[in-house]
């Protein structure tokens, strides 16, 4: 018996054993059961290996009822530029600073590091000989629970880097080892690889039963009409495709379609400019200083959360760092010197603007950072990449109406948005649902 018979005898009824559902179909329902077990397990396996908790970090005394997270915000808006946890930057690694020296001179320190210096403090002095002379930005500003927050937040990401394992690492340094990042990455390739197994064996499947199909019906020919013998005989002749007039018709619409469309586009696209990108009198790397340096937005654009416009920095926040560095990995002396000469003549850098908005449209930054809530990089997109900054959004007006209608305000707590909030029964409020589409709210 040919074998493509047995197997369609398969896939049919089968009167003399008395079943209604053939042995294939037993057969798959049996395979696609041990393999959705196989799945499931392997799925949980990754999961319980990606989820696992951190272990608690016991911070030192003097910082039990410190909060992190909140040192964690300012750590990145005020410290990175000169500090990381674990490296030295211009100043110190300040993972196990608390180990070194007490909470309270610390406090001291931040606060005011040159008063400290000057009162005769020998660490003090210690310090600023070890790291040349480097003068510490004062922050009188920070309260002594915000400095604990800081510290907080360093000794818990100090603990939990010491606790990650271990990468290994040739004389080179490079990694021989799989990171926590990279285990996580291979267990989500390995559903990825098992899922398109399974659709390759599925198609794999139905090309071998349309092949069998096929050859049942040949052996059959004998009792199929003439249209069936048709069907199955028919050939797949590609010129006759192309001369159809379902096929010309087909194509010229596209054309059509695409046309009408980039005509659409092309109007539409007048005035934007997007992807504008200008050359800056002194080369500047955001994906140094943001990507690798991790200097958060706000601390080189002062008024992004407390003013309607961002601020271009000045030539002083530049200093702050550049004091000290006066040679980069990227363009070596010359770049920083043209920011020593601006300091030193006290002139202010011509940086080019890259974000313009037309004069007929009001845009407040503070608004939309602070009560919006929005990240810096849903506008301009990741700064963190970008070796020259260019404008990533096309902000034209169809955009930002867009965005005002998805964004929820973030106004609890805010007594200026308690009577709308009221209105709405203390639920969610969009941007749109307070007004956010009147003209006026845009253009003066």
């Not at 559902?21 to 077990?37: A, D, E, G």
């Not at 770049?335 to 890259?354: S, Y």
């Amino acid at each position: 018996m040919p074998s493509h018979v047995t197997f369609v005898r398969l896939l049919k009824y089968v009167p003399e054993q008395g079943k209604t559902k053939s042995n294939m179909f037993m057969f798959l329902n049996i395979s696609v059961k041990r393999w959705s077990l196989i799945f499931l397990i392997l799925l949980a396996c990754s999961t319980f290996s990606i989820a696992q908790d951190a272990p608690a970090v016991k911070l030192p005394a003097g910082l039990e009822n410190a909060k992190s997270d909140l040192g964690e915000q300012l750590f990145k808006e005020n410290c990175t530029q000169c500090h990381s946890v674990s490296e030295v930057v211009v100043g110190p690694a300040l993972g196990g600073i608390t180990k070194e020296r007490s909470v309270p001179w610390l406090i001291k320190w931040v606060h005011n590091s040159q008063k400290l210096i000057q009162s005769g403090d020998k660490d003090a002095k210690a310090v600023y000989e070890k790291f040349d002379h480097t003068d510490m930005p004062a922050f009188p500003q920070f309260t002594p629970d915000d400095i604990k927050n800081i510290l907080a937040y360093v000794e818990t990401t100090h603990a939990t880097l010491a606790n990650a394992p271990k990468v290994a690492t040739n004389s080179s340094g490079d990694e021989n080892g799989a990171t926590a990042t990279s285990k996580g990455n291979s267990n989500s390739t390995l559903i990825l690889t098992l899922i398109i197994i399974v659709l390759v064996l599925v198609l794999l499947m139905l090309v071998i039963f349309l092949s069998v199909i096929k050859k049942y019906l040949a052996d059959k020919e004998s009792k199929l009409n003439e249209a069936e013998k048709d069907l199955l005989h028919q050939k797949f002749e590609i010129s006759k495709v192309l001369k159809s007039k379902g096929f010309i018709t087909i194509v010229i619409l596209i054309f059509v379609c695409i046309g009408v469309r980039s005509c659409w586009v092309g109007l539409l696209s007048i005035g934007v400019e997007q992807n504008y990108a200008p050359k800056q009198p002194i080369p500047f790397s955001h994906k140094q200083h943001v990507g690798q340096y991790k200097i958060e937005c706000v601390y080189c654009h002062t008024g992004a959360k407390r003013g309607k416009q961002a601020n271009i920095p000045s030539v002083n926040i530049c200093m702050n760092c550049h004091s000290s560095i006066k040679s980069g990995s990227r363009f070596g002396t010359a770049a920083i010197a043209l920011v020593r000469t601006a300091w030193e003549k006290k002139e202010p850098i011509k940086w080019v603007r890259v974000h313009n908005l037309p004069d007929l449209a009001y845009f407040n930054h503070s608004q939309h950072t602070v009560v919006g809530g929005i990240e810096c990089e849903r506008c301009h997109g990741p700064i963190g990449t970008m070796e020259v900054i260019k404008q990533y959004s096309p902000l034209t007006m169809g955009w930002c109406i867009n965005c005002h209608r998805e964004t929820l305000v973030n106004g609890k707590g805010n007594a200026y948005y308690d009577k709308l909030y009221a209105l709405h029964n203390g639920e969610t409020l969009t941007v749109q649902e307070m007004g956010g589409l009147e003209c006026s709210k845009c253009h003066y």
